[in-house]
């Protein structure tokens, strides 16, 4: 059970990552999750949209550098210590947490960590071995 990630190498310019939102807007393509850092002259924004196959066949056809790999989605469960129930498995694991962000919004309470591992069938195991809830396809639904 893994969401799909759209990752976009920008210019690291004054209103690239605008454009880049404009070109989805326009397209009713909607954001669930996303993060951006720069990079010397480049800037990284990774994106899980509702539909990320029409996403990226957009974004292709303007030219702009992309990438769409699998990645996890975990809620990350509500009491104290709910991010090390996630981290410290995998880290017993061996598991390499490459990055990690958050959606914009939620399905129920719980805060939803997107999360790029080196090792994603084994990470998905251990996380439902510790009763972590995976998120699917309904990521690209929520409102």
Same mark, same amino acid.
């Given at each position: 059970?893994? *969401?799909?990630?759209?990752?976009? &190498?920008?210019?690291?310019?004054?209103?690239?990552?605008?454009?880049?939102?404009? !070109?989805?807007?326009?397209?009713?393509? @909607?954001?669930?999750?996303? #993060?951006?850092?720069?990079?010397?002259?480049? #800037?990284? *924004?990774? &994106?899980?949209?509702?539909?990320?196959?029409?996403?990226?066949?957009? &974004?292709?056809? +303007?030219?702009?550098? !992309?990438?769409?790999?699998?990645?996890?989605?975990?809620? *990350?469960?509500? $009491?104290?210590?709910?991010?090390?129930? %996630? &981290?410290?498995?995998?880290?017993?694991?061996?598991?390499?947490? $490459? +990055?990690? +962000?958050?959606? %914009?919004?939620? !399905?129920?309470?719980?805060?939803?960590?997107?999360?790029?591992?080196?090792?994603?069938?084994?990470?998905?195991? %251990?996380?439902?071995?510790?009763?972590?809830?995976?998120?699917?396809?309904? !990521? +690209? @639904?929520?409102?």
């Amino acid at each position: 059970m893994s *969401v799909k990630q759209i990752s976009v &190498l920008l210019g690291n310019v004054p209103g690239s990552f605008a454009a880049l939102t404009h !070109i989805l807007d326009s397209e009713d393509i @909607s954001v669930k999750a996303v #993060s951006a850092a720069s990079i010397a002259e480049d #800037s990284r *924004v990774r &994106l899980v949209v509702n539909d990320p196959d029409r996403a990226a066949a957009l &974004l292709e056809s +303007y030219n702009l550098n !992309i990438e769409v790999t699998p990645v996890l989605a975990a809620e *990350v469960p509500l $009491h104290a210590g709910g991010m090390n129930a %996630i &981290l410290k498995p995998l880290a017993k694991a061996d598991i390499n947490i $490459h +990055y990690l +962000y958050t959606t %914009i919004n939620r !399905i129920g309470r719980e805060t939803i960590l997107i999360i790029g591992v080196d090792k994603l069938e084994e990470a998905k195991e %251990i996380l439902m071995e510790h009763w972590i809830n995976l998120i699917g396809d309904e !990521i +690209y @639904s929520i409102p």
